[in-house]
């Protein structure tokens, strides 16, 4: 069926077809007015031609199209209104334009396209509710997502050791509370069976601290949900013990805060402490039944916002703990130095040829000489930099180095007289300065320094941040560590979580716009192309969001049952896919799912053909698709071809045949309607660009039953 006589064609594209329409159809009193361009022969046979639908019967005719084009009176529109009975959302139902990056639906571009549709006098088909593409993955891609947190630099209240070991020594404990691993972090679980009594029946109440003059406190913990779930925090020591706060930084204070499913972050402060110098926290989740909460146990902290400067402001950094450490800064073991290792910087194997002879390096870029350690300020202001370090040997070929503090320019302290601090073979805590300043203003949050070579042969044992003005001595004071803590989500939780944004985003666009929809694309091009349910295979593309990533196949169905369950009375439902006329494999997953599922009404299969295609592939997946039982729609129907004459007649051929396939092959009681995926294209539409119908709009019609 694929080979046509093109001599024939050519001879009827010279009887019938060598001219089109001039204008577009137009409204008039008795019907359609055709004009003629000037100086233009036009065949009256094609421009006799009634307008589009007048040759459906039953059949519903629909097209693509864009809000843009449905505004004002635009030859477009009139167009649309005098030929079509039903048009096709471009990308107003799009997920991407109806949900925000926060997750906030906004229904204005469908509603606009509606109301200007029913202006029209045509029906909306609403394609689609679920797909793979157009989706806003920037709020999708946050459902149920790790969370990464940082330790506290002020001194944490809360000893992590008696949850660790199981004895929660000092707390009191209500309701099924445990210590788990959940993800690999020791965690603290605490479930809700199917009643609740009261919000503090699951609950883990703190020890009492002491409160110093002036305090601010700021608690923080980070709590997994299973389901979404509530919980409160109450105190002792407060002057309203459980008041209402801002739990989670939204700026609206509530007497209780809702979990997400997924992590969560818990953050509160206060410093409205009753005198009476002591003070306790109980968390509370006692308030909604099924849900199972885990509370990272390295999240929980209380702290001294106020507290002394000896921690927050004196900040320790282990050289060997940097977070980029090149391949010739060698770790050390050496149980006489902090932390029981030292990174010995040499150039190329060699400890002791001199790198560069200037005051900068020679090789900025080259990373394999450096390291660099991230850290975080917690507080705002001047401060002095000092590194614990020795030359291995102190004449003059190992005792010089590079520093640089937030990717500033880099600066050989001491330069071009070296100082006694640094040309010493014993450890020596030395003081950091650039070629400006010799103090650094650092704002809250995070910095880099960064330490380069410049001769081989210079050790590093540790850094010292402070705003003090002493100088460290010895090892220093214990290291502060903060440390970034990556809480990772079971597979169950996320599926559990998608799940729900799946089910209720279907929900509420048919809730917001079932009652002027009434035949929707509920699921659209859920398959790969070994007939598989699509998967992302670890790619990643822009305004992609793959549901069975997370739920597997099951979505499908769950997107179906919650669509018949919020759709209006008597809506049609269709999962739509393409390239089943060429793809055997995903044709027979189409037809096993519709079998299979009492919520499917129908396909709607995207038919995107050429003047090469085998139309005889078509005619079996009609076939094939006719043996359903259910409603079938050609939707996005395009035939491509070349701008010529000969070319447009092959193409109206094609458009005749497909169409009459389908009136013939799909019993009448299945047929919904046929959808072009642009009625006006040069190449592939019915009408040009100058809205003049095409030799494929006599073909299209008399495949619907015009004579010929």
């Not at 593409?133 to 149920?144: E, G, K, P, V």
């Not at 770790?331 to 130095?337: E, H, K, L």
Request: net charge negative.
């Amino acid at each position: 069926m694929k080979v046509f006589d093109i001599k024939y064609l050519v001879i009827l594209s010279s009887a019938l077809f060598m001219f089109s329409c001039a204008k577009l159809d137009e409204e008039v009193e008795s019907g359609i007015e055709n004009e003629k361009p000037i100086g233009v022969i036009v065949d009256e046979t094609l421009c006799n031609y009634d307008v589009l639908k007048s040759y459906s019967g039953d059949l519903l005719i629909g097209t693509n199209v864009s809000l843009d084009d449905l505004s004002g009176s635009n030859a477009n529109a009139t167009l649309l209104k005098t030929n079509f009975e039903q048009i096709t959302p471009i990308s107003a139902l799009n997920s991407d334009v109806i949900m925000s990056d926060e997750g906030v639906l906004d229904f204005t571009d469908i509603d606009s396209y509606i109301s200007r549709a029913e202006e029209l006098g045509v029906s909306v088909y609403g394609d689609a509710i679920v797909s793979n593409f157009n989706q806003n993955d920037t709020y999708l891609n946050t459902i149920a997502a790790s969370l990464t947190f940082q330790t506290p630099l002020f001194p944490n209240f809360v000893k992590s050791g008696v949850f660790t070991d199981g004895t929660f020594d000092g707390w009191t404990v209500n309701g099924d509370v445990s210590v788990v691993d959940y993800m690999e972090q020791p965690s603290v679980k605490m479930v809700n069976d199917g009643s609740v009594s009261s919000s503090d029946a699951t609950s883990l109440q703190s020890p009492i601290y002491t409160v110093e003059d002036g305090a601010k406190f700021e608690l923080t913990f980070y709590v997994l949900s299973t389901q979404e779930g509530e919980g409160r925090v109450t105190f002792t020591g407060l002057n309203t013990n459980d008041p209402e706060m801002d739990w989670m930084g939204t700026g609206t204070p509530s007497a209780t805060f809702t979990t997400k499913i997924g992590w969560n972050k818990i953050q509160i402060q206060t410093s409205d402490f009753d005198g009476s110098g002591s003070f306790s926290f109980k968390m509370e989740l006692g308030y909604t039944s099924n849900v199972t909460y885990y509370i990272n146990i390295q999240g929980i902290s209380l702290i001294n916002l106020n507290g002394s400067v000896e921690d927050p402001d004196q900040i320790f950094l282990e050289c060997e703990d940097a977070q980029q450490i090149g391949k010739w800064m060698i770790p050390v073991d050496d149980d006489n130095v902090s932390g029981g290792v030292y990174l010995n910087g040499i150039i190329d194997g060699d400890s002791g040829n001199s790198h560069t002879g200037t005051g900068t390096p020679s090789d900025l870029d080259n990373q394999d000489y450096q390291f660099t350690y991230t850290f975080n300020v917690h507080t705002s202001g001047t401060y002095y930099l000092w590194i614990r370090q020795r030359a291995e040997y102190p004449w003059g070929g190992d005792d010089s180095f590079f520093m640089s503090v937030d990717g500033a320019e880099y600066f050989c302290p001491g330069w071009p007289a070296w100082g006694a601090e640094t040309n010493t073979d014993t450890w020596t805590w030395f003081k950091l300065y650039s070629s400006t300043q010799s103090e650094f203003v650092l704002d809250a949050g995070e910095h880099t320094v960064s330490i380069k070579i410049r001769e081989g042969g210079h050790w590093f044992d540790k850094i010292y941040l402070t705003m003090l003005t002493s100088a460290p001595t010895g090892l220093g004071s214990a290291v502060m560590e903060q440390k970034d803590v990556t809480l990772d989500v079971s597979d169950d939780v996320k599926k559990t979580a998608v799940e729900k944004v799946l089910n209720g985003y279907v929900e509420d666009v048919l809730t917001n716009e079932g009652e002027k929809i009434n035949a929707w694309t509920v699921v659209s091009n859920p398959f790969a192309e070994d007939g598989s349910v699509a998967v992302s295979s670890g790619s990643s593309v822009e305004g992609s969001f793959y549901w069975a990533d997370y739920i597997g196949s099951d979505y499908i169905a769950q997107a179906f049952s919650t669509a018949r369950a919020n759709a209006a009375s008597g809506s049609k439902l269709f999962i739509s896919e393409n390239g089943l006329n060429t793809n055997s494999d995903k044709l027979n997953t189409i037809v096993n799912t519709v079998n299979s599922n009492n919520d499917i009404d129908g396909v709607a299969v995207s038919l995107d053909l050429n003047l090469e295609s085998d139309l005889d592939v078509v005619s079996d997946m009609f076939d094939v698709l006719a043996s359903t039982g259910k409603l079938i729609f050609i939707k996005d129907f395009r035939v491509s071809s070349e701008e010529t004459e000969e070319a447009y007649a092959l193409q109206s051929e094609i458009y005749k045949t497909v169409v009459d396939l389908y009136k013939t092959k799909i019993p009448v009681s299945q047929q919904y309607g046929i959808s072009l995926a642009n009625p006006v294209s040069n190449s592939f539409g019915l009408w040009d660009s100058g809205y003049n119908r095409k030799q494929g709009y006599a073909g299209f019609v008399v495949g619907l039953g015009a004579q010929e």
